[in-house]
């Protein structure tokens, strides 16, 4: 199983930036799929989430309203739309796969990811 991120470049504030994450070897359409990210000197954070049940999403706070995640109907791929960025969301996005979350349940605690992709850059210039 891996997963593949792509997407990240660097943007100006208030732009925005569509990442990917393609799959092989596992359809994201029967798993929870999310989105964390990690900025330098900084705990890796929750950013969004979509359950097996695409009907259900999470997000972390401060992106609310701003990014969006997806997926496409062949469950092989997952994106993560974000919009108006802000220099505070230059960080390495990584996405990740719960093989165990129940139907329409979102994890935000990193740990319970069993499989994770390389990060792929986003910086953010003020």
């Known amino acids: 199983v891996q997963l593949q991120a792509s997407g990240g470049g660097s943007v100006q504030a208030g732009g925005s930036l569509r990442l990917s994450c393609a799959a092989s070897?596992?359809?994201?359409?029967?798993?929870?799929t999310a989105w964390f990210r990690q900025a330098a000197g900084q705990e890796r954070e929750f950013v969004a989430g979509i359950a097996r049940s695409a009907t259900s999403t999470d997000y972390g706070d401060s992106v609310k309203g701003r990014f969006t995640i997806s997926r496409d109907n062949a469950g092989n791929t997952v994106y993560l739309q974000m919009d108006n960025l802000k220099s505070e969301d230059t960080a390495v996005y990584s996405c990740a796969v719960d093989y165990n979350a129940i139907v329409f349940r979102v994890p935000t605690v990193p740990t319970e990811y069993d499989v994770w992709g390389q990060g792929t850059l986003v910086t953010v210039s003020s």
């Open positions: 070897g596992l359809k994201f359409s029967r798993y929870a």
